[in-house]
């Protein structure tokens, strides 16, 4: 039999196994933190004027923070935060990150995390954009006074603080790549909103309070893939349970997906220059940076989506260079003013796809017709305005009919005569004048060869239209903002430009969401309600999905001759660019 003692002793034993954390790793969370300023703005929220001096300084919580991502693959809890900071630091460390000692038994535990815990709670408090207590089932009554008597404007405020705090430590993961960011000359980005739960039962929609945790929604797909706004009228998918003769729900009716969190608004650069597959000798391109998170916003799901994205993205380190800007058709059926013309200004050109109610022509300005985002003549014959429509929803043409009348849309085409203005103005030319077609209403373009489509202008009662009697013609930002976009739709340009950034954040939502790695998409990955903390570890996960990402690129590529340290996954083969159709690609041999 084990005497007592042994047995006392080989507990012990395990409990010495504790992992300790070396001088050298805390120094160089010290460093970023120190690179992004992170450590000054969340002091300067929690600064005690009065009062006993805390027992753990802002400095050493962050470090704590930092510690427990890299050690819990991007998660942090606040039990190993404590644990960490009270029993694994070199005293040296804990000195100068000004974390009291506490002896190494029950007590000691409890009260440094009761110290970790307090302290981030009050961070949380200063930066939470909801007036609504966490925590408790409030009476909808009570929920709508707190509404009405909050000062909105404090909480806006609360909110950006909120957004700041959340991308400084998103921005630490990019440090050490920062170089080569800025090095990119073509810095294009990928909008898109991945849904992530939150820890808090959600309730339906005859509850008369609210969840613990009242800022998050529900969040519902169906078999079709759409996303509506509430559960009335959605079945759930049946069971294997059910008999085979039972009623089945409509196809499109079934709830696929239903989780009740929030939504996360990503920022994710990809250069799409670049298909990114790997050398001849197996190794990764030194020349491609993976795609990488560069901002974040998080929101109630399917609230304020055009918002989000323009709050992510003004968070975007201005360093880095900025070109297209893809996103869904959620994001192109925002109002102008609230998306397309803000990332405008910021310096990105919308790449869309279109939804069916979006073919064919959409507005004009001097005459020239804005079909599916581009500026074509006025007399741009029918077959070819409609070819989309044609293809997609009356089904009366084939794909390579499609394929062929886009490219025959080239000729139509308007043409840029002057760069775009501080504005946005730009002065365009019409195809005639720009040597792409010969037009009769213009005698000087006719003769050219009959390579070139002659146009058939139609007759109107008003006369021909202003873009047919000048010779250029300008267009401010705000003439078809809504679905304007500077690449020709369905070209393979615009083909090789959309689908490498909408599939790079596709990837990268699906990397963070690795169930054996960050794994965002629980709740149980963040033990703590409310949007701001949900926020704030969210922020530590994704910044963990970045340096891990930024990792197996560099240990891909073969530096110096040498072999690299891992293959790198292997790249599946894609379809060749121009076969894409909005119904399906063309095979090619």
Same mark, same amino acid.
């Given at each position: 039999?084990?005497?007592?003692?042994?047995?006392?002793?080989?507990?012990?034993?395990?409990?010495?196994?504790?992992?300790?954390?070396?001088?050298?790793?805390?120094?160089?969370?010290?460093?970023?933190?120190?690179?992004?300023?992170?450590?000054?703005?969340?002091?300067?929220?929690?600064?005690?004027?009065?009062?006993?001096?805390r027992?753990?300084?802002?400095?050493?919580?962050?470090?704590?923070?930092?510690?427990?991502?890299?050690?819990?693959?991007?998660?942090?809890?606040?039990?190993?935060?404590? $644990?960490?900071?009270?029993?694994?630091?070199?005293?040296?460390?804990?000195?100068?990150?000004?974390?009291?000692?506490?002896?190494?038994?029950?007590?000691?535990?409890?009260?440094?995390?009761?110290?970790?815990?307090?302290?981030?709670?009050?961070?949380?408090?200063?930066?939470?954009?909801?007036?609504?207590?966490?925590?408790?089932?409030?009476?909808?009554?009570?929920?709508?006074?707190?509404?009405?008597?909050?000062?909105h404007?404090?909480?806006?405020?609360?909110?950006?603080?909120?957004?700041?705090?959340?991308?400084?430590?998103?921005?630490?993961?990019?440090?050490?790549?920062?170089?080569?960011?800025?090095?990119?000359?073509?810095?294009?980005?990928?909008?898109?909103?991945?849904?992530?739960?939150?820890?808090?039962?959600?309730?339906?929609?005859?509850?008369?309070v609210?969840?613990?945790?009242?800022?998050?929604?529900?969040?519902?797909?169906?078999?079709?893939?759409?996303?509506?706004?509430?559960?009335?009228?959605?079945?759930?998918?049946?069971?294997?349970?059910?008999?085979?003769?039972?009623?089945?729900?409509?196809?499109?009716?079934?709830?696929?997906?239903?989780?009740?969190?929030?939504?996360?608004?990503l920022?994710?650069?990809?250069?799409?220059?670049?298909?990114?597959?790997?050398?001849?000798?197996?190794?990764?391109?030194?020349?491609?940076?993976?795609?990488?998170?560069?901002?974040?916003?998080?929101?109630?799901?399917?609230?304020?989506?055009?918002?989000?994205?323009?709050?992510?993205?003004?968070?975007?380190?201005?360093?880095?260079?900025?070109?297209?800007?893809?996103?869904?058709?959620?994001f192109?059926?925002?109002?102008?003013?609230?998306?397309?013309?803000?990332?405008?200004?910021?310096?990105?050109?919308?790449?869309?796809?279109?939804?069916?109610?979006?073919?064919?022509?959409?507005?004009?300005?001097?005459?020239?017709?804005?079909?599916?985002?581009?500026?074509?003549?006025?007399?741009?014959?029918?077959?070819?305005?409609?070819?989309?429509?044609?293809?997609?929803?009356?089904?009366?043409? $084939?794909?390579?009919?499609?394929?062929?009348?886009?490219?025959?849309?080239?000729?139509?085409?308007?043409?840029?005569?002057?760069?775009?203005?501080?504005?946005?103005?730009?002065?365009?030319?019409?195809?005639?004048?720009?040597?792409?077609?010969q037009?009769?209403?213009?005698?000087?373009?006719?003769?050219?060869?009959i390579?070139?489509?002659?146009?058939?202008?139609?007759?109107?009662?008003?006369?021909?239209?202003?873009v047919?009697?000048?010779?250029?013609?300008?267009?401010?930002?705000?003439?078809?903002?809504?679905?304007?976009?500077?690449l020709?739709?369905?070209?393979a340009?615009?083909?090789?430009?959309?689908?490498?950034l909408?599939?790079?954040?596709?990837?990268?939502?699906?990397?963070?969401?690795?169930?054996?790695?960050?794994?965002?998409?629980?709740?149980?990955?963040?033990?703590?309600?409310?949007?701001?903390?949900?926020?704030?570890?969210?922020?530590?996960?994704?910044?963990?999905?970045?340096?891990?990402?930024?990792?197996?690129?560099?240990?891909?590529?073969?530096?110096?001759?040498?072999?690299?340290?891992?293959?790198p996954?292997?790249?599946?083969?894609?379809?060749?660019?121009?076969?894409?159709?909005?119904?399906?690609?063309?095979?090619?041999?």
């Amino acid at each position: 039999m084990t005497s007592r003692l042994q047995r006392h002793a080989r507990i012990a034993n395990l409990r010495s196994r504790r992992q300790s954390v070396g001088d050298e790793e805390v120094q160089t969370v010290l460093a970023h933190l120190d690179d992004c300023d992170l450590i000054e703005d969340v002091e300067a929220l929690v600064m005690k004027w009065t009062g006993r001096k805390r027992n753990i300084s802002v400095r050493g919580l962050l470090v704590g923070m930092f510690l427990a991502s890299n050690r819990n693959r991007g998660s942090v809890i606040l039990t190993h935060v404590a $644990d960490l900071l009270a029993f694994s630091l070199s005293d040296t460390m804990r000195e100068e990150l000004e974390v009291h000692r506490y002896p190494d038994n029950d007590r000691g535990f409890e009260a440094i995390y009761a110290v970790v815990r307090r302290l981030f709670k009050a961070i949380v408090k200063e930066v939470d954009p909801s007036p609504l207590p966490k925590g408790r089932r409030l009476d909808l009554d009570v929920v709508a006074e707190l509404l009405a008597s909050a000062d909105h404007s404090e909480l806006a405020d609360r909110r950006e603080l909120m957004l700041t705090i959340a991308n400084k430590i998103l921005g630490t993961s990019l440090l050490d790549a920062q170089p080569l960011l800025e090095e990119t000359p073509n810095g294009s980005a990928v909008v898109d909103a991945t849904v992530f739960g939150t820890y808090s039962k959600g309730l339906g929609r005859e509850s008369t309070v609210t969840a613990t945790d009242p800022e998050a929604g529900w969040y519902v797909r169906t078999t079709k893939h759409k996303d509506p706004l509430a559960l009335d009228g959605l079945a759930p998918t049946p069971s294997r349970q059910q008999k085979k003769g039972a009623k089945q729900p409509k196809e499109k009716d079934r709830v696929k997906k239903k989780l009740y969190g929030y939504d996360a608004t990503l920022i994710v650069f990809r250069n799409p220059d670049h298909h990114g597959a790997p050398l001849p000798d197996g190794s990764a391109d030194p020349d491609v940076v993976p795609a990488l998170i560069l901002a974040m916003s998080v929101e109630k799901p399917s609230c304020r989506p055009g918002e989000a994205a323009v709050e992510a993205l003004r968070h975007v380190d201005p360093r880095y260079a900025r070109n297209f800007l893809a996103g869904d058709r959620l994001f192109n059926s925002q109002s102008e003013d609230i998306f397309q013309l803000p990332i405008r200004a910021m310096g990105y050109q919308p790449v869309y796809d279109y939804s069916k109610d979006q073919l064919g022509a959409h507005g004009d300005i001097g005459g020239a017709q804005l079909v599916e985002g581009n500026w074509y003549c006025p007399s741009m014959p029918a077959e070819l305005i409609t070819a989309t429509h044609d293809l997609v929803v009356t089904e009366t043409i $084939d794909q390579q009919t499609w394929i062929n009348r886009i490219r025959a849309r080239t000729a139509y085409l308007l043409m840029p005569k002057q760069a775009t203005d501080a504005e946005g103005h730009r002065r365009m030319m019409c195809p005639a004048e720009a040597k792409r077609t010969q037009c009769p209403l213009k005698p000087h373009t006719l003769g050219r060869g009959i390579h070139l489509p002659l146009v058939d202008p139609v007759p109107r009662p008003e006369g021909p239209p202003k873009v047919c009697e000048k010779h250029s013609l300008t267009v401010p930002p705000e003439a078809g903002a809504k679905l304007w976009q500077p690449l020709q739709y369905g070209t393979a340009e615009w083909q090789r430009v959309y689908f490498r950034l909408r599939n790079s954040i596709e990837g990268m939502n699906g990397f963070a969401k690795d169930p054996l790695r960050e794994r965002i998409e629980p709740g149980g990955t963040r033990r703590i309600r409310g949007i701001a903390a949900q926020t704030i570890l969210l922020a530590f996960q994704l910044a963990h999905a970045n340096k891990r990402k930024l990792q197996s690129w560099a240990d891909a590529v073969a530096l110096n001759g040498d072999r690299p340290r891992r293959r790198p996954t292997r790249r599946r083969q894609t379809k060749a660019l121009g076969t894409w159709t909005p119904t399906g690609y063309i095979a090619t041999a």
